[in-house]
């Protein structure tokens, strides 16, 4: 068996063991592998054994990286997870299938206008920031469901959900409250029945996905524990585009 076989495996089952102590469906957790900074031979021995959702950071190596697995595209569903610059979108609508990480309205206007009319609807999950410090992206939770009211307009998107990257050692409660704030938007944008499934909380790491399974989420988002440590250096940015 390979290691990274080996390692989807032990993930999998502290998904499970998680799901069974908070009495849940393990079905109802979704499994991302966040292969930034490893290469495509490592995504395809991840594909070899049974993996089909990948998450990427970087715009240039995630779109390089989806091209260069062409041959297995149309079974993989890949997401954008990392921070996003306006002037990068295009190149993100055109490659992925979810984009994770839309911290303003803007980002989405210009996925929806950006995305390919022969590609389904991009799914978005807007990017909350839970720990209230500045430095990290997203909108801050008093104004999510405002931000979400919008995105839901705009045609091509469908908006799927929320997503957070807790402070390392957050508390559990800072996870409940972000579970509580996706349950009351998703009740208001039920009650007025917009089109969008708005299924997803994508919330939980390597480190985390325990409480984060705990708290209510229905999405992880996992890197070290599948792939092993990263290389450290960020990849250059190169694509350019106004
Ligand atoms: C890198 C990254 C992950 C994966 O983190 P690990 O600790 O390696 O599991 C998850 N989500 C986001 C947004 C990331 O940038």
């Not at 993996?51 to 595209?73: M, P, S």
């Not at 055109?94 to 389904?120: H, N, Y």
């Not at 969008?196 to 070290?224: C, H, Q, W, Y």
Request: proline share 4%; charged share 25%; net charge negative.
């Amino acid at each position: 068996m390979s290691a990274i076989e080996n390692n989807l495996l032990q993930v999998k089952s502290r998904i499970q063991l998680a799901c069974e102590g908070a009495n849940r469906d393990k079905n109802n957790v979704s499994l991302i592998a966040v292969s930034k900074t490893h290469s495509k031979e490592l995504v395809r021995e991840a594909y070899v054994a049974g993996q089909l959702q990948f998450a990427e950071n970087y715009v240039q190596e995630g779109v390089d990286k989806i091209e260069a697995l062409q041959d297995i595209r149309k079974n993989l569903i890949w997401h954008f997870i990392g921070p996003i610059q306006s002037n990068k979108t295009r190149f993100i609508a055109e490659s992925f299938d979810w984009v994770q990480s839309v911290d303003r309205l803007k980002i989405a206007q210009r996925l929806s206008e950006q995305r390919p009319r022969d590609l389904p609807d991009l799914n978005i999950c807007l990017q909350v920031n839970i720990s209230g410090e500045s430095t990290k992206s997203g909108v801050s939770p008093r104004e999510a469901l405002l931000v979400c009211l919008d995105i839901v307009e705009l045609p091509n998107l469908s908006l799927r959900g929320l997503m957070a990257i807790p402070e390392p050692g957050a508390s559990l409660q800072s996870m409940k409250d972000f579970h509580h704030l996706f349950l009351e938007i998703q009740k208001h944008l039920k009650r007025h029945q917009f089109k969008n499934k708005f299924d997803t909380l994508s919330l939980g790491m390597s480190d985390d996905l325990e409480p984060a399974i705990r708290s209510g989420s229905t999405m992880v988002r996992i890197g070290t524990a599948i792939f092993g440590a990263r290389n450290t250096e960020e990849p250059p940015e190169t694509l350019e585009e106004e």
